[in-house]
């Protein structure tokens, strides 16, 4: 979404499978990002270079 109208706008992407049940892989079709994306034991995205990392967290939550 631009920051200067806050119109949301589609971006055109690929995730395809990097390393079966380790990684997927993400690109922009309209531009020139990627970014190899780790998962853990289930699949869920653990990683997300120069955005996000998951963070184990000290105690269970109840």
Request: proline share 11%; charged share 25%.
């Amino acid at each position: 979404m631009p920051a200067d109208s806050f119109t949301p706008r589609p971006f055109r992407q690929r995730y395809s499978v990097s390393e079966p049940g380790r990684s997927y892989r993400n690109e922009s079709l309209d531009g020139d990002f990627t970014a190899a994306l780790p998962v853990d034991d289930i699949g869920v995205v653990i990683d997300y270079p120069e955005f996000w990392q998951h963070v184990q967290a000290e105690e269970p939550i109840r």
